[in-house]
């Protein structure tokens, strides 16, 4: 499973954040790879992806734990945040046929 966790926040906001990014406990052995990028996204400021890949059949505690790990920041009224499951497109195309 791959999941695509992404935060808007205001730019005036971005080291504060910064700040409690570093304090994020290390993730579960289940997490296979966590990448972080992000793109200025206009008048909402900073557009931040958490892209997290998960070992097979863990989503689901991946899920929970991911979100426990984050909650400090998704908690924080100026942060929006959205949670996307991505597919492969080897996946998707399973899917088609």
Do not use: C
Request: aromatic letters at 10%; hydrophobic letters at 40%.
């Amino acid at each position: 499973m791959i999941l695509n966790i992404i935060l808007w926040y205001p730019s005036s906001k971005a080291k504060e954040l910064l700040k409690e990014i570093t304090k994020l406990p290390k993730p579960p052995a289940y997490v296979k790879k966590w990448q972080f990028l992000q793109t200025a996204e206009g008048k909402k400021g900073i557009k931040h992806y958490n892209i997290i890949y998960i070992e097979k059949g863990k989503g689901d505690d991946a899920i929970i734990e991911v979100s426990k790990m984050l909650w400090p920041i998704l908690d924080k009224e100026y942060v929006e945040a959205k949670v996307e499951v991505l597919t492969s497109a080897r996946d998707a195309l399973k899917i088609l046929s």
